[in-house]
Each structure stands twice: as structure tokens, then as C-alpha cells.
């Protein structure tokens, strides 16, 4: 099994940044892809950015162009790089793993809340 445990969130202004990592361990091997949720209250959880094990990323439309997702497989880490905030991106983050057959790999964490908000 693998474990996720995710960090970086905060209160920041419309027009901040923000770095979000999250730190895998337990059966790491089985990590394919990796991938930033959002859920907000009384909405379903969505797929915001993810990230193969060769390096190709994808975006959901509503964060192209501000949001960057990494990995850094030596750090058993992911990161989510938040830039250009608005209000609507408030939610809380999660994220997780898939193996090659695109099975989720983690029970779903506390996630970290990021408030955007003058």
C-alpha cells in the first residue's frame, strides 16, 4: 500500500502562490502516474493535474497555464505549483497514485485547504 501525506496549503491573496508537496511512501514501486484532486464542500472531488511516470502531464482547462505539477522520484515527492490564484480555486487538495493498470494506490488523506481571499 502506498501512503500520501500532503502539505503547503494556506491563505493567500488572488494573484499568489502557492508550492503544494506531497510525500509518498510504503510501496512506491507500484507508482505509475500521480495526480492533484480538489474538492469543494458539496462538490465532487476533480482531477486538477497529473503526471505519468515518463514525465507527460495534463491539466484540467480551468488551472492551464497557471498550475505546474512535478515530481521529484528521488524525494518520493510530488509537487503542485499554484501560481496566478484566484478565489475559485479554493478548495482543499489532495493526491494520489495510480498503478500501470490505473488503479488508485492511496486511501484519500486530510488533503491541505487552500484559501484564496483578499
Known amino acids: 500500500q502506498v501512503q500520501l501525506v500532503e502539505s503547503g496549503g494556506g491563505l493567500v491573496q488572488p494573484g499568489g502562490s502557492l508550492r503544494l508537496s506531497c510525500a509518498a511512501s510504503g510501496s512506491i514501486r507500484s507508482i505509475n502516474a500521480m495526480g492533484w484532486y480538489r474538492q469543494v464542500s458539496g462538490k465532487q472531488r476533480e482531477l486538477v493535474a497529473g503526471i505519468t511516470s515518463g514525465g507527460i502531464t495534463n491539466y484540467a482547462d480551468s488551472v492551464k497555464g497557471r498550475f505546474t505539477i512535478s515530481r521529484d522520484n528521488a524525494k518520493n515527492t510530488l509537487y503542485l505549483q499554484l501560481n496566478s490564484l484566484k478565489p475559485e480555486d479554493t478548495a482543499v487538495y489532495y493526491c494520489?497514485?495510480?498503478?500501470?493498470?490505473?488503479?488508485?494506490?492511496?486511501?484519500w488523506g486530510q488533503g491541505t485547504l487552500v484559501t484564496v481571499s483578499s
Open positions: 494520489n497514485a495510480r498503478n500501470r493498470f490505473g488503479n488508485i494506490l492511496a486511501a
